[in-house]
């Protein structure tokens, strides 16, 4: 039987970590995902997990160590943010080449510099193209749910892939709220252990991580690309699985008041929910505002978003990083470019909000919705706007 | 002197001769660091996993879909074998516990180059044997980035010359000393830290023997010559191994529970010009220099001879 329990959300991943019965954890401390492997760490010490917790030097050797134990056949998993993920970047796109099923939690936080700890996108954004499958949640639900569900499906064997859950730092990491927790009986029903495809261990002898010369290069490059597009039948198959199971249903784009709405807000992570106050907000002043809210980040849920549009006058994408020098914020060219080859396709503007963990209050939605509103008139001319900086 | 009467009889009966990383791989003529691997795998036995960092033996080994490699292996980055065998060992550890895979003793094995151990990976290096997990750790060192072409690391000797301190009017190639790997590790309080080379196969197997059987980090300090990288002839490769211990250069030794002990002990070391001068780089250095590398050596020398002497095992320490 499941269990109402109110907890701060970076607790709540460890303990929904520890229903999943990892073999092994590494870990680094970085604020503001760090209360994870803490915990972590306690439910070890306490001995309700019996699990490895690898204390490393640094995150490249966090996820180093994931991938010497998924490749022996464990299930792994870290967490970090920002820097942290950076320090790990040479061996991300390694992870996913390799087919190890590695799970990380990243507790976003805006990248470096100036050096600040709080919440924006920067950090993944900065590790899109890397082969991983990349989901984000926007409560602490999502990320108990999320959670359990990464390891499903990245150990799938028609997946086999590593999984990051994103969940905003402080906006969600640090805040308390109530939440449904599976029970252990629960999750071993869902979860079945772990069966590595292939180990490095004497009984079964496997070279992993061997050398490709351009002659086989671009196939290996093919199948990666292949497999995480087609991840993404096995991801809906397994939400559906755990509607039946647990009754909350996730899917790669959820929409809120946005059947037939002429504005379309598409945000991710813990602003979606401030986006839909606002729009309740506009709907009672007879503006027809919706949101959509993009859960699935890679593999880019191409068909989905098209759908979702196709009755749209202007959507307005919500970024929380900048693609600097280039087209305004990355969530907004993934949407441009599903759009581009549509008929009848809407208004498409960016606005870049929420940096380095700005605050962004229901108001600053309501203004967003205005412009949007006049958008439908006339298309504004600056595609996109790093929304409310001082002075300018 | 490890010499014994009727070795030729004798020495094949002391290997393995099952052959773990096999004929057909890609290294030079003459490759130092293949040949002691090869030995290494003798000595360790099929309950092992090797976890290789970037460089010649991981590429001259893995060409995708061959593999020379008759053991479970895996690579995945350049600084980071000592972080992957980490976790190789948690994981075997883990699995085994919860009698997932079979109960018996496998060994984790991380094998780098001398860069890849004394430069990019010393920080997970030094980061794992801290955490004291159940693995060796074998540096096989041709003292250059050779995999890059033969730049300048930390394990390159004074005087060498590279392709990124090359030799020339204004510079008699490495200005500064060869780190000193095995005291840096060592002073982790490790069990087991040894030097070796592939040109005493006994010594150097005996070595790996001892550190698979202890519980916990263990390290190795394997030179390893590299006739391409040390402009010397393919055939010079044994010999040039030997001259490196007999001058003093690379003295083989170990440390146990804190106890030095050499396992190779020239009667009288040789000058160290008989080593430098046959090789091509060294071919710059001046008497003078070559004067200034053989007071260096001596005084290493007598600094190890003197923790040979004087420093006990810590269970003999009141
Ligand atoms: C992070 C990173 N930096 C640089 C390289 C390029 N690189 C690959 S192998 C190598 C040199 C390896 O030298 P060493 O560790 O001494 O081993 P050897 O090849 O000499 O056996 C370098 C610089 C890399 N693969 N990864």
Redo the contacts between chains.
């Keep these: 039987m499941s269990k109402r329990v109110g907890m701060e959300i970076a607790l709540a991943a460890a303990e929904a970590v520890a229903l999943c019965r990892p073999?092994?954890v590494?870990a680094y401390p970085i604020t503001p995902n760090t209360h994870v492997p803490e915990h972590l760490s306690d439910i070890v010490a306490e001995g309700r997990l019996?699990?490895?917790f690898?204390?490393?030097?640094?995150e490249?050797?966090?996820l180093?160590?994931?991938?010497?134990?998924?490749?022996?056949?464990?299930r792994?998993f870290t967490a970090t943010s920002s820097q942290g993920l950076l320090y790990m970047a040479?061996?991300v796109p390694?992870v996913s080449a390799?087919r190890l099923p590695v799970v990380m939690i990243i507790g976003n936080r805006a990248l470096s510099g100036p050096i600040n700890i709080w919440n924006d996108l920067s950090d993944i954004m900065s590790q899109r193209d890397v082969g991983w499958i990349s989901m984000f949640a926007a409560n602490g639900q999502e990320v108990i749910d999320m959670a359990i569900q990464s390891f499903k499906i990245a150990e799938h064997r028609d997946v086999m892939l590593p999984v990051n859950l994103n969940m905003d730092g402080f906006q969600l990491t640090h805040v308390v709220e109530p939440m449904d927790f599976p029970d252990q009986k629960e999750v071993d029903e869902f979860l079945p252990?772990y069966k590595p495809y292939a180990a490095?261990?004497?009984?079964?002898?496997?070279?992993?991580?061997?050398?490709?010369?351009p002659e086989?290069f671009n196939e290996v490059m093919k199948v990666k690309d292949e497999v995480l597009k087609n991840s993404k039948k096995v991801i809906v198959e397994i939400w559906k699985e755990w509607e039946q199971k647990f009754g909350r249903s996730y899917k790669p784009i959820e929409t809120y008041k946005a059947k037939g709405a002429e504005i379309l807000l598409l945000a991710v992570g813990s602003m979606v929910e401030t986006a839909e106050v606002a729009v309740d907000e506009m709907r009672k002043k007879k503006v027809s505002a919706g949101v959509l809210k993009l859960r699935l980040w890679r593999p880019f849920p191409f068909e989905e978003l098209r759908r979702a549009v196709k009755d749209a006058k202007v959507v307005v994408v919500l970024d929380r990083s900048v693609s600097f020098g280039g087209p305004g914020g990355p969530v907004f060219s993934e949407v441009r470019s599903a759009l581009y080859n549509e008929a009848k396709r809407p208004v498409i503007i960016n606005e870049i909000i929420g940096l380095g963990g700005r605050d962004v209050p229901v108001s600053d939605f309501v203004t967003i919705i205005e412009k949007a509103a006049k958008a439908i008139k006339e298309t504004p001319k600056e595609e996109y706007e790093i929304f409310g900086v001082r002075g300018s | 002197m490890n010499i014994v009467e009727n070795f030729d009889l004798y020495a094949p009966r002391l290997v393995d001769k099952e052959e773990y990383f096999s004929a057909g791989h890609r290294a030079c003529q003459g490759c130092g660091e293949a040949l002691a691997i090869r030995m290494m795998c003798k000595a360790l036995g099929s309950d092992t996993v090797i976890v290789n960092a970037t460089g010649c033996m991981e590429v001259v080994s893995s060409f995708y879909p061959t593999t020379a490699w008759n053991l479970p292996w895996i690579h995945v980055a350049f600084p980071n074998a000592a972080s992957v065998g980490a976790g190789v060992e948690a994981g075997l550890k883990v699995l085994r516990r919860k009698g997932k895979i079979a109960d018996r003793d496998v060994k984790t094995v991380c094998i780098g180059g001398g860069g890849g151990t004394f430069d990019i990976g010393l920080q997970a290096l030094s980061g794992a044997m801290e955490r004291g997990h159940d693995m060796l750790y074998a540096c096989f060192d041709n003292e250059a980035y050779m995999n890059t072409g033969i730049q300048r690391s930390g394990a390159t000797p004074f005087g060498a010359s590279t392709t990124t301190n090359p030799a020339g009017r204004a510079s008699s190639g490495k200005g500064e000393w060869k780190k000193n790997i095995t005291e840096i590790i060592a002073a982790h309080g490790v069990q087991y830290a040894a030097t070796a080379c592939h040109s005493y196969p006994l010594d150097f197997m005996n070595k790996v023997k001892k550190a698979r059987e202890v519980k916990g980090p263990t390290f190795i300090h394997c030179l390893a010559v590299c006739p391409t990288g040390w402009r010397i002839p393919s055939e010079a490769c044994i010999k040039m191994g030997r001259l490196a211990s007999e001058t003093g250069i690379f003295p083989l030794y170990e440390v146990e529970n804190g106890k030095y002990r050499m396992t190779i002990k020239p009667e009288k070391l040789r000058p160290v010009g008989d080593y430098l001068k046959a090789q091509g780089r060294f071919r710059h250095l001046t008497p003078e220099d070559i004067e200034r590398i053989q007071e260096k050596v001596y005084q290493e020398y007598n600094k190890l001879q003197d923790k040979v002497n004087n420093l006990h095992a810590w269970s003999e320490l009141k």
Excluded at chain 1, 54 to 58: A, M, T, Y
């Design positions: 073999d092994v590494a019996d699990a490895d690898i204390c490393v030097e640094s490249h050797s966090a180093s160590a994931c991938c010497g134990a998924s490749g022996a056949g464990a792994a040479e061996i390694i390799m252990p490095v261990h004497p009984d079964n002898i496997v070279s992993m991580g061997t050398l490709a010369l086989i």
